[in-house]
């Protein structure tokens, strides 16, 4: 189970095989309201492999599907890699319709195909990944930073009309293919705004409270003996750089100070002056 971190939402990986084929869905619960709890089925439409996380979106209703699933090659796309399978994204949507109700709408597939873990910025719209940078076990990690750009297209749809000539002395009936009905779809893009190599070869991410700043830092191998040096890179909400810290010993874990979710009451004043 993945619930929300603002309790709006929880989502329940389900994995069924119906006539020995396996499926793979995400039952969602809609939790933002106090007398009812509306549910939606989300059915993965790929071959799942390996599931590993649902990441929700802090503040807002989007989520991430991380899978390892079957490589899908787009039609008239050449294809150049020797991968069978996708570590990849989908991100989703909760909306609330006024005629459908409860609804998921699929934003899109991620482009990467190497990811080992996706992190939301607390402020929302903006994400980052964490991709191997080649197919062996000791490749480096790369980070990038990304922003949800939301933008309408116009659709053209062909507008099937009859148009007559006289041909041989006879009225026929041609249909005009040129004339075409438009309607503008919005449609998302996930642009890239920062890519950083890791110097570690193993690391993790964290964001501040408010999403102004994330950070990277080396994590522990695995084992009871730690000799390794690690660092810690500071960088804005777009990825720019800020702040590095080299070869520090026996570094386990990073946390920003805790920040205050809101203004002080006058009774938690008075305890504060005493």
């Known amino acids: 189970m993945f619930m929300h971190p603002a309790g709006k939402y929880l989502a329940v990986y389900n994995a069924y095989t119906p006539k020995k084929v396996q499926h793979t869905a995400i039952e969602l619960f809609d939790l933002t309201k106090e007398l009812q709890i509306t549910h939606e089925k989300l059915k993965i439409m790929r071959d799942v492999h390996e599931f590993h996380q649902v990441a929700w979106e802090p503040v807002h209703s989007r989520f991430a599907v991380h899978t390892r699933s079957k490589r899908e090659i787009a039609e008239g796309k050449r294809d150049y890699s020797i991968g069978q399978t996708r570590d990849g994204i989908d991100i989703y949507q909760c909306v609330h319709d006024i005629d459908t109700g409860f609804k998921v709408k699929y934003l899109g597939p991620h482009p990467s195909e190497k990811i080992v873990d996706v992190s939301w910025s607390p402020a929302g719209e903006m994400f980052a990944i964490c991709e191997k940078d080649g197919p062996s076990m000791n490749s480096k990690q790369v980070w990038s930073n990304y922003m949800i750009i939301s933008k309408k297209e116009e659709q053209k749809a062909p507008l099937a009309q ?93 946390m920003f100070r805790p920040r205050p979710e809101n203004i002080l009451d006058p009774a938690s004043k008075k305890k504060l002056e005493k």
């Open 162 to 254: 009859d148009k007559y000539i006289k041909f041989k002395g006879r009225l026929m009936a041609v249909v005009n293919k040129e004339q075409q009905l438009s309607k503008e779809e919005e449609v998302f893009e996930f642009r890239k705004t920062a890519r950083h190599e890791a110097t570690d070869a193993k690391t993790t991410c964290i964001w501040d409270h408010f999403g102004r700043s994330f950070l990277i830092y080396g994590e522990k191998k695995p084992g009871p003996f730690d000799k390794e040096k690690r660092s810690i890179r500071f960088f804005s909400l777009w990825g720019e750089p800020l702040e590095q810290i080299e070869r520090v010993p026996e570094l386990s874990n990073f």
